[in-house]
């Protein structure tokens, strides 16, 4: 990719969310750096890289935790020198120890382009209410 432009950013955030919504482990997290930082402020918690990240997924699925549906509601994209900014409004309906919970987030994910295409270097989830959906 020579030129990065905001499709090629949304494309890559849009193949993360698909990943994640079908509980694809290897596509999912094959998508984010092996240094890539995960702030998720609904659960407190920062990952310093994607092996903290996985390892804690793994625990979520053990619980039986999963993904039932993830969609955008609103989205934008900013493209800057060797990567880009992905930030959306996502409303995620997931399994959550045999209750089905709906929740909307808000979500950014920083890529950088390298040798593999585009990976994330970091992403930041916090919590909206249905009201709060405007970026």
């Known amino acids: ?33 092996p240094t890539c930082t995960f ?6 918690t ?8 996985h390892a ?17 509601l609103e989205s934008g994209v900013r493209v800057l020198a060797g990567g880009g900014v992905f930030w959306h409004v996502l409303e995620t309906t997931a399994l959550v120890e045999g209750v089905t919970q709906t ?12 040798q593999e295409g585009l990976l994330a270097v970091h992403e930041h989830l916090s919590s909206v209410t249905e009201e709060g959906t405007s970026l």
């Open 56 to 72: 804690a997924w793994g625990k979520l699925q053990e619980a039986g935790w999963r993904v039932i549906a993830c969609r955008t």
């Open 103 to 114: 929740y909307r987030e808000r979500e950014t994910i920083v890529f950088e382009n390298t």
């Open 39 to 44: 702030i998720f402020a609904p659960d407190n």
């Open 46 to 53: 920062v990952h310093a890289d994607r092996a903290s990240w």
């Open 1 to 33: 990719m020579t030129e990065l432009l905001p499709q090629h950013i949304s494309s890559a955030a849009e193949a993360i969310v698909r990943a994640f919504e079908n509980n694809d482990e290897n596509d999912y997290f094959s998508r984010f750096s």
